[in-house]
């Protein structure tokens, strides 16, 4: 079985605690469940992380390089910000989706840019935490 990744970025431990109205009533572990079920049915083991540090993701995105076949990524702000994230992303070899629970294209104009993108191989926004099935339904395509 190929492995996943699902690597979240800082605040996002909070899904479901707060906000509904922009990121839903599921939380971390809703998603966990989901995505774990799904992947059974493609033929892929899911794990799933966040972390509130810049750091924290990258050392999940170098860990991935050895552990992982394809990487669905959340890096909540640090999308916004990071460069550090995009090079450690570039180092990996496999497929990455980005996504976002909300329409990042519909908010603050400093969220209409992503440097993750520049990297991705696919970009959902807007599907609410479906989003990460969508993702993962993709990367089953990917990775067949
Ligand atoms: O829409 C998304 O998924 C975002 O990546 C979420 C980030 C935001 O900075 C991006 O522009 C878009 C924020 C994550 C904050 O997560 C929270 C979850 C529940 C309650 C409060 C914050």
Known sequence: MKTVYILNGPNL???????PEIYGHETL??????CAALGETL???V???QSNHEGGIVDMIHTAR??????????GAYTHTSVAILDALNTFDGPV??????????RESFRHHSYVSLRADGV??????EGYQAALRRLGTLLA
Not at 97 to 106: D, L, P, W
Not at 124 to 129: D, R, S, V
């Open 13 to 19: 431990n909070l899904l479901g605690r707060r906000q």
């Open 47 to 49: 794990e799933l992380f």
């Open 43 to 45: 033929g892929l083991t």
């Open 97 to 106: 989706v980005e996504v976002h629970i909300s329409n990042v294209h519909k």
């Open 124 to 129: 959902i926004a807007g599907l609410g935490t």
């Open 29 to 34: 572990d809703d998603i966990r469940t989901a």
């Open 66 to 75: 050895e552990n992982a076949a394809g990487i669905i990524i959340n890096p």
